[in-house]
């Protein structure tokens, strides 16, 4: 029959508090109990720890893998939507214009430079500016010629010219070579163009 007032209840706890002291026996049964109930529950819970490792490593695994795919991402790679990765080539910088390698220099651009030299140098007294251009014109290129307009043939020194072309560089379409004199070096460039090699600029050389 169920207990249904305080008295009767309170009279139940007394029973069941006092129970272990009722006896040397009772009271090694009760912590016997005890011990067990603390080892069952300590059990319970570094089970539970346990359990949940699992979760904890996978979360560091996932942040490992986000960390991975950033640093990839920084160094240039993208990742795609199947989980692979793609490198983006870097782009190669040039650092500066290279130069061509010096051609075997043809016959002809120094004899074009030789007969133009001698053409500079041939200022006898009574030429006029127009005779001397005349003379230059076959081997200069149209375009420099107009140049040449500004010259005063009274102020050229030299008057013949004292030994062969010695190249400086030369390419495939242009040759520059200096010239003696008996006053000076020439630096003369000619290119090749549809008419063949042609003066394009010179300098008196000291």
Do not use: C
Not at 5 to 31: F, I, K, Q
Not at 130 to 141: D, G, I, V
Not at 197 to 205: I, K, L
């Amino acid at each position: 029959m169920p207990i249904r007032t305080n008295r009767g209840r309170a009279a139940v706890y007394r029973r069941l508090w006092g129970w272990p002291l009722r006896s040397p026996r009772h009271l090694v049964a009760t912590g016997i109990g005890v011990v067990v109930l603390a080892i069952a529950i300590a059990v319970a819970i570094n089970h539970g720890v346990h359990h949940n490792k699992p979760g904890v490593s996978a979360t560091a695994s996932s942040s490992s893998a986000g960390a991975t795919t950033s640093a990839g991402l920084s160094d240039g790679t993208s990742a795609s939507s199947g989980g692979s990765t793609t490198t983006t080539p870097e782009q190669t910088r040039l650092t500066g214009v290279p130069s061509p390698a010096n051609a075997p220099t043809p016959p002809a651009a120094l004899g074009v430079i030789n007969l133009w030299g001698r053409a500079w140098v041939n200022h006898p007294v009574g030429m006029t500016d127009q005779q001397w251009l005349n003379q230059l014109a076959p081997y200069t290129t149209p375009e420099f010629l107009p140049q040449m307009n500004t010259v005063d043939v009274t102020n050229i020194a030299a008057t013949a010219v004292t030994g062969q072309p010695v190249v400086v560089n030369s390419y495939t379409g242009s040759v520059e070579a200096t010239l003696a004199t008996n006053a000076g070096s020439l630096d003369i460039t000619v290119i090749l163009t549809p008419q063949g090699w042609q003066v394009s600029t010179y300098n008196q050389a000291s």
